[in-house]
């Protein structure tokens, strides 16, 4: 089974970027979807971008981010991205990246079969 690791997460000023990087130890363009998800603790965990097909189809940043995230993913490198520009303190969190291998849903925490071990992103105002 493909494993995933997140890196990138750093703590910043508001209106600060960072890149989060998902590396898979497998070929990431044979999942379905891929995404990031992040989570507060004693919040559930929320979507906030998705990347369908290897790439190659839609991907979308969540309402929530939306103008400010970016997903992509390098098939080559097998490795997901996450651009975060304009960072406010309420993007602080813990972020995940997910696979899902096989068509079907891509919105839900359990729509997707493996993740990773999440980094930590932290905003300060």
């Known amino acids: 089974q493909v494993q995933l690791e997140e890196s990138g997460g750093d703590s910043v000023e508001s209106g600060g970027s960072l890149r989060l990087s998902c590396t898979a130890s497998?070929?990431?363009?044979?999942?379905?979807?891929m995404a990031w998800f992040r989570q507060i603790p004693g919040k559930e965990r929320e979507r906030v971008a998705v990347?369908?097909?290897?790439?190659?189809?839609?991907?979308s940043a969540d309402s929530s981010v939306k103008g400010r995230f970016t997903i992509s993913q390098d098939n080559s490198k097998n490795i997901l991205y996450l651009e975060m520009n304009s960072l406010k303190p309420e993007d602080t969190a813990m972020y995940f990246c997910?696979?899902?291998?096989?068509?079907?849903?891509?919105?839900?925490?359990?729509?997707?079969?493996?993740w990773g071990q999440g980094t930590q992103v932290t905003v300060s105002a």
């Open positions: 990347s369908y097909r290897g790439g190659a189809g839609t991907s």
């Open positions: 997910a696979a899902r291998k096989l068509l079907g849903g891509c919105a839900r925490r359990d729509d997707f079969t493996t």
């Open positions: 497998g070929n990431i363009i044979n999942f379905y979807c």
